[in-house]
Nanobody, 124 residues
């Protein structure tokens, strides 16, 4: 069974930092590109960041570029999101998501699984 378990969320002041993690199991983690998506209160899902299966290439939404860093440790089957210079508008439930397609050579795969999420609240 595919399982994605996010952790690391919490309350942080504006300008602060958090590091999220996603523990993956039930599939060959190193063969799949991974994503972080988020859902702000009362809003829809928003894509945040992608990382290729090898970890060599990353992509970011303009809203987080320069502040967030996605990474992965394939030996530990774990995905990370380092979030710096946090803003109130970053407040959301953050989800880890797995691509449907293996390797996704043409970078057009939808996601097929995601975790239950971890809540990040940025407030004074």
């Amino acid at each position: 069974q595919v399982q994605l378990v996010e952790a690391g969320g919490g309350l942080v002041q504006p300008g602060g930092s958090l590091r999220l993690s996603c523990a993956a199991s039930g599939f060959t983690f190193s063969s799949y590109d991974m994503s972080w998506v988020r859902q702000a209160p009362g809003k829809g899902l928003e894509w945040v960041s992608d990382i290729k299966h090898s970890g060599g290439t990353t992509y970011y939404a303009d809203s987080v570029k320069g502040r967030f860093t996605i990474s992965r440790d394939n030996a530990k089957n774990t995905l990370y999101l380092q979030m710096n210079s946090l803003k109130p508008e970053d407040t959301a439930v953050y989800y880890c998501a797995k691509d449907l397609e293996v390797y996704d050579t043409d970078n057009n795969s939808p996601v097929d699984y995601w975790g239950k999420g971890t809540l990040v609240t940025v407030s004074s």
